[in-house]
């Protein structure tokens, strides 16, 4: 596992975790939250952009489709900023905490445990555990589990989108169920 993956991936956990914390505890610091990655957003796609010398939006898209701009990176963001607007409370807080756990922790176990670079089941089951002790916190158990289930199983179904998807389906279900 390289310095540069485990590095991304710590950073990648401790940013959501303290962003959602951090509005969860404060309301005021929601709308910061939500400027401060909307900022890093569009300095990461300006930057992407510079790179490419303003040619073409088709050369960036062409280079997206090589994955040579981090996709996942730009969906985590857009998966923050989306639970910050759409959620409240607990569910916020559970969206961003899933996002940033989950998410990283199942990345760097896959690698480290079975030096993989694929989805797997192991990979699943450590998602799954990782939600549940998240959901527990602030869901009834039945509702835990099913949460749990469902974003693990999100996990291992999606490719690229994930950090996306999740979140907001996450964030969706559990107003859907809480009513």
């Known amino acids: 596992m390289s310095y540069n993956f485990f590095l991304r991936k710590l950073v990648h956990l401790l940013y959501g975790s303290s962003l959602a914390i951090l509005s969860y505890l404060n ?17 990461y ?8 010398r303003w040619r073409s939006v088709e050369k960036y898209l062409q280079l997206l489709s090589r994955e ?3 996709i996942k990176a730009i ?5 923050i900023i989306f639970s910050l607007l759409l959620f409240e409370g607990e569910i916020m807080l559970s969206s961003i905490l899933i996002l940033s756990f989950s998410d990283s922790l199942t990345a760097i176990f896959g690698k480290w445990l079975l030096n993989s670079e694929h ?3 192991s990979g699943s089951i450590i998602h799954f555990a990782s939600d549940f002790i998240i959901l527990i916190n602030f869901f009834p158990i ?12 999100l996990d291992y179904v999606t490719d690229k989108f994930e950090n996306l998807i999740i979140p907001i389906f996450i964030g969706a279900f559990l107003t859907f169920v809480t009513g």
């Open 119 to 121: 989805k797997s089941i």
């Open 142 to 153: 039945h509702l835990t589990l099913i949460t749990s289930l469902v974003a693990a199983t």
């Open 68 to 70: 040579r701009i981090d």
């Open 27 to 43: 309301e005021d610091l929601r709308l910061l939250s939500i400027v401060i990655t909307s900022i890093l957003l569009l300095l």
């Open 75 to 79: 969906c985590y963001a857009c998966g």
């Open 45 to 52: 796609l300006a930057y992407t952009f510079t790179k490419l």
